[in-house]
Nanobody, 113 residues
Framework: QVQLVESGGGLVQPGGSLRLSCAAS???????MGWYRQAPGKLRELVAR???????NYADSVKGRFTISRDNTKSTVYLQMNSLKPEDTAVYYC????????WGQGTQVTVSS
């Protein structure tokens, strides 16, 4: 059974940092992976992606602040988020890129003072 489990979200002040994790099970962890987010009233958007060869790409809105990485031995993908802004507030999800697996429950990130 394919499962994606995101964790690491929370409430943080502007300028703060969080590290998200996404553990995958039930799949061979060789896919290109991505982090996505969905803010209230908005469509889900791709934030960052990483290939099996560790090439990365970022949305302009997070470039220079977020870093995606992966540990294939743990079937886990990470998102280090620094210099967080209120507009980063959203539920964050991981999935393959392009997305092809059932979505997990996501992890809520709230940036507020």
């Amino acid at each position: 059974q394919v499962q994606l489990v995101e964790s690491g979200g929370g409430l943080v002040q502007p300028g703060g940092s969080l590290r998200l994790s996404c553990a995958a099970s039930g799949i061979t962890f060789s896919f290109n992976m991505g982090w996505y987010r969905q803010a209230p009233g908005k469509l889900r958007e791709l934030v960052a992606r990483i290939t099996s060869g560790l090439s990365t790409n970022y949305a302009d809105s997070v470039k220079g602040r977020f870093t995606i990485s992966r540990d294939n031995t743990k079937s886990t993908v990470y998102l280090q988020m620094n210099s967080l802004k209120p507009e980063d507030t959203a539920v964050y999800y991981c999935n393959t890129y392009p997305n092809s697996l059932p979505w997990g429950q996501g992890t809520q990130v709230t940036v507020s003072s």
